[in-house]
């Protein structure tokens, strides 16, 4: 009897808790095929195991996070489609991604009018959190990163003039041609030759021996990997043996396998991010990627990760109401306020303001990049 009459108040928390407990639906739309997959199946991993720890230390106060994941296929339209999908038919409280700026442009207004957070933790090109004060993002713009990175390469360097080369039909790709433009003129770095590309090309002979005529202490790439690693490998057997300087698109693992072995060697790029900082969270992060994944992870999963981290303090501060439109609107105000320290070290968001019309926007990420060049298949620390 005494026995029963202890059990009892537990019991009755169970039940209470089992009556309100409800899945939390999270939409993410990332590149898992195509040209960005690369990126977008680490991002994609990056929430998973931030999902799965968050849910198996509680979830949300007792109610367990539940990803519905959209493969946009690096295309701009299954972006606006995947966001259509998770947003009006599963009815999801926010949405992750897209992988690329070039489909981000376009997906995240549709959010906005929706009046649902749509969060990107790879989108670094300016104006991304133009739509308003739905759109939040962890990615550090590259307007911030490029010039820190140009700078440093310079100093260490000694640059004097560079080639640059840049894929002409991606949002990222352009807009940080224009900001490594910008920053080489503020740093009195003569450009001797500009070469362009798209995405999907796979041949760079007829522009890097054109680069090579020029002579350039270095080669500023403003790429994607799918199309970055294939230039720095054909640079090399091409005899061009100068250090490249790249925005965050270069910051993949994936170059080690494009441009295998000492061609990969000299790669300049910023990131908040890298996988020899040893901080407490990025140590915890990088062994339970590996136990999960069975490889290294990347910037784009450590942003994602933190992001799932940032999305979760957000939630927990929450009362939901079971009233979407509510919820999804509290959700908005609350995840505005987060700090964090997670992976890529600590975070907070500042609210931007509109590129064109200079109005209060959405939000960006304040953190400060680390500057890495690459040696011997690794991103190592320039310090
Ligand atoms: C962007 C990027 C890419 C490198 C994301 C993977 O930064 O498209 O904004």
Redesign the pocket.
């Known amino acids: 009897m005494k026995f029963v009459f202890k059990l009892a108040p537990v019991a009755a928390a169970l039940i209470a808790v089992s009556a309100h407990a409800a899945d939390i639906k999270i939409g993410v739309t990332e590149a898992l095929t195509g040209g ?1 997959a690369q ?1 977008g199946n680490n991002i994609r991993n990056g929430f998973v195991l931030a999902a799965d720890e968050i849910n198996a230390a509680g979830g949300i106060n007792g109610n367990k996070i539940k990803l519905i994941v959209e493969d946009e296929q690096t295309k701009k339209e299954e972006a606006i489609n995947a966001f259509k999908k998770l947003i009006f038919q599963d009815k999801v409280l926010m949405v992750f991604g897209p ?4 489909s ?1 442009l376009s997906a995240q207004s549709l959010a906005q009018a929706a009046k649902v957070v749509a969060f990107g933790t ?4 300016d104006g ?1 959190t133009d739509p308003g004060d739905y759109i939040f993002r962890d ?1 550090v713009t ?1 307007s911030a990163v490029i010039p820190v990175t140009v700078k440093t390469a310079k100093a260490k360097l000694g640059l004097k003039k560079v080639a640059v080369m840049y894929a002409n039909n ?3 790709s352009k ?1 940080g041609y224009d900001i490594f433009k910008k920053a080489l003129a503020d740093d009195n770095i003569a450009t001797t030759d500009t070469e362009t590309f798209s995405t999907g090309d796979v041949d760079f002979k007829a522009q890097l021996t054109k680069i090579k005529s020029t002579n350039p202490d270095a080669i500023v790439l403003s790429a ?1 990997i799918a199309e970055g690693g294939p230039i720095v490998a054909q640079a090399r057997q091409l005899g061009i043996n100068v250090p490249f300087i790249g ?3 270069m910051n993949s693992p994936k170059l080690f396998a494009l441009a295998p072995g000492a061609a990969s060697d000299n790669l300049w790029v910023g990131s908040p991010w890298s996988l020899s900082n040893d901080s407490p969270e990025n140590t915890k992060f990088i062994a339970a990627y590996k136990a999960k994944f069975n490889a290294n992870p990347d910037q ?1 999963s450590a942003q994602a990760y933190d992001g799932m981290y940032i999305a979760a303090a957000a939630m927990k501060k929450m009362h939901f109401t079971g009233n979407l439109a509510k919820d999804r609107a509290d959700l908005r105000n609350a995840l505005a306020t987060v700090q964090w320290t997670g992976a890529t070290g600590p975070f907070k968001f500042v609210q931007a303001k509109n590129s064109k019309t200079g109005k209060p926007a959405g939000y960006d990420a304040d953190q400060t990049p680390i500057i890495s060049v690459t040696r011997g298949g690794q991103y190592t620390i320039v310090k």
Request: proline fraction near 0%; hydrophobic fraction near 40%.
């Open positions: 960005a990126y992988t690329l700026s070039n981000a790879s989108n670094t090109v991304i990615s590259e991606d949002a990222f807009g994607l925005g965050n698109g784009f």
